[in-house]
Nanobody, 119 residues
């Protein structure tokens, strides 16, 4: 399974971007989907995640500005990012968790998409 992320780019402070991440094939046991980011010199951090049931979780800095959603039929996860600021500059990675059977967990990563917020 390959994850293809897209939607990154250069945007001014206060702007918005919508990231998408699509799996190359249907994922059996698809579970949580999420977005992580890694800024230069910093550790990768979870930005947002959405469970198979639709429950969401956000890092504090993203609450109220970012919205994660998913389309299970398309094996795709989205991240709508509004009111972007320079601190959001990072490489964003999508992540998908699959649990095809009890006791077995697979985690897939996308290749990363650069988000740069700058005036």
């Amino acid at each position: 399974v390959q994850l293809q992320a897209s939607g990154g780019g250069l945007v001014q402070p206060g702007g918005f971007l919508r990231l998408s991440c699509a799996a190359s094939e249907s994922i059996f046991g698809l579970n949580a989907m999420g977005w992580y980011r890694q800024a230069p010199g910093k550790q990768r951090e979870l930005v947002a995640e959405i469970s198979s049931g639709g429950s969401t979780n956000y890092v504090d800095s993203a609450k109220g500005r970012f919205t994660i959603s998913r389309d299970n039929a398309k094996n795709t996860v989205y991240l709508q990012m509004n009111s972007l600021n320079v601190e959001d500059t990072a490489i964003y990675y999508c992540n998908v968790v699959a649990k095809p059977r009890p006791g077995v967990t697979y985690r897939y990563w996308g290749q990363g998409t650069q988000v740069t917020v700058s005036s």
